[in-house]
Each structure stands twice: as C-alpha cells, then as structure tokens.
C-alpha cells in the first residue's frame, strides 16, 4: 500500500516495462494531478483555494482511476 502519492507513483513506474498499458493509463492521470497541483501553486492559492482546486479538478480524476 502507498500512503503517497509519489510513493504510489513510483510503483507503477518500477513496473511500467511489464504492464505498459495499464501502467501508461495510471501514470497519464497522475501527470493531470500533479499538473493541477502545479497550477494551483503557480496561481498563488492559499492552501484551503488548493483543497477546493483539487476537490473539484483532481477528485473526479482519482476516483475515476479508483473505480478502474
């Protein structure tokens, strides 16, 4: 089990040449969190501006990774 995000990451990466596929979809939806995270810092937003950020624009992304 991760308990974070770039610990999680990481796994899918060490075992991309495997499962390249599956890994791809993983590591593709992470890359549009990460990007919203890099927005939300690049717009300045306080730390609660970044939770509701990430609620609405990276929740849907995680959940929908979570249900496969």
Request: proline fraction near 4%.
């Amino acid at each position: 089990m991760a308990h974070c995000l770039a610990h999680g990451r990481r796994q899918f990466v060490d075992v991309a040449g495997n499962f390249p596929d599956e890994c791809l979809h993983v590591l593709l939806i992470l890359k549009e969190v990460y990007t919203n995270d890099a927005l939300a810092k690049d717009q300045g937003l306080s730390p609660e501006q970044r939770l509701r950020f990430h609620q609405k624009n990276s929740v849907p992304k995680m959940d929908a990774l979570k249900a496969g």
